[in-house]
C-alpha cells in the first residue's frame, strides 16, 4: 500500500512538472508548429479589427512551414455573412522567426511563446494606411485551452499594452454556429464572393 502511494505521489510530480516542461519562449522550432490549428483568443489595438466584421477575425485551419522557410497559412473566415477559405504564404523576413505576408495593408509577426502540442502564441504588427497596429493571437492544437493559458496570453497583451477588453475569445463563437466553415464549401477565396 506505501508502495502504490508513493508510486502515486511520484506519478503526480511527475505530471505536475510535465505540464510546463515544454513551454519554449525562444528559438522556435516552427516545423514544430506545423499542422492543425484553432483560433482561441484574439487581440489588438484596435478593437473593432477583432470584433464581428473585423478584418483580423478569422479562423485558423493549419499551419505548415515550407521547406523554403516559408509558412502557409490556411484561415476560413465570415465575409458578407458566407465562409471564405483565406490561404497566406508568410515569408521570412531578414529577422530570424519574423514573418511577413500581404492582408489589411503589411504584417510582420512572430511565435511569443509555444508548447507545440498544446498551444502558440503569435505577435504581429499591421502596417495599414500609415497606422501600424499590434495585435496577438492564441491558437490551439484542441479547440479550447485551459483558462491558465489564456490568463497567460491576456497577461502579455497587457504587458504590450493591449487592454484585456481587446481580447476576444472566440472558443464558442461563429466557428461552431456556423457550419459551412471547415467543410469542402468553402469558397477558395474572398475575392470570389462579390
Ligand atoms: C516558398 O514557397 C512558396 C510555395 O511555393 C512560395 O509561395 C513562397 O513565395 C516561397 N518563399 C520564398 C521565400 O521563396
Known sequence: MKLLLLCLGL????????????VVTSNFDMSKISG???????ASGVKEKVEEQ???RMFVESIQALDNSSLLLKYHKKINGECAELI?????????GVYS????GYNEF????????????????????EEITQGMELYARKPDVS?????RFEELCKNHGIPEENVQDLTNADRVSFPVCGSMQCAASPATHS
Open 88 to 96: 497566406f504564404v508568410g515569408d521570412e523576413t531578414e529577422e530570424e
Open 110 to 129: 512572430h511565435v511569443v511563446e509555444a508548447d507545440y502540442n498544446d498551444y502558440v502564441i503569435f505577435y504581429f504588427l499591421n502596417y495599414h494606411n
Open 147 to 151: 483558462p491558465q493559458i489564456k490568463k
Open 101 to 104: 505576408l500581404s492582408y489589411d
Open 36 to 42: 492543425e490549428w484553432y483560433t482561441i483568443l484574439l
Open 54 to 56: 473585423g478584418s483580423m
Open 11 to 22: 506519478t503526480l510530480v511527475c505530471a505536475h512538472h510535465g505540464e510546463n516542461h515544454d
